[in-house]
């Protein structure tokens, strides 16, 4: 059974850092694209970043130089390393999982971690 579990959130002051931890258990991590997305009080789930299996990145365009995603497949473990933070920023993140063909398609949610950017 796979399971995500993020930590690394928490209160940061405006132009701070914070790095997002995303742990997956289960052997399907290596194979699968990984994800943050983010959802503010009030506002939909968006995109945030992703990586692929080869290590292949994008970004939503207004978060590109700011935040980078990062994979450790030894680990089974995602990162998403947060600077210059904007009280804009405050959401929950959260961490999804994606297989794609040749594998079976599969999809799994983190339960979420906050973050808040507040002097």
């Known amino acids: 059974q796979v399971q995500l579990v993020e930590s690394g959130g928490g209160l940061v002051q405006p132009g701070g850092s914070l790095r997002l931890s995303c742990a997956a258990s289960g052997s399907i991590f290596s194979l699968a694209t990984m994800g943050w997305y983010r959802q503010a009080p009030g506002k939909e789930r968006d995109l945030v970043a992703t990586?692929?299996?080869?290590?292949?990145?994008s970004y939503e365009d207004a978060l590109k130089g700011r935040f980078t995603i990062s994979r450790h497949n030894a680990k089974n473990t995602v990162y998403l390393q947060m600077n210059s933070l904007k009280p804009e920023d405050t959401a929950v993140y959260y961490c999804n999982l994606k297989t794609f063909p040749p594998y079976a398609r599969f999809e799994i949610w983190g339960q979420g971690t906050l973050v808040t950017v507040s002097s």
């Open positions: 990586i692929t299996r080869g290590g292949a990145t």
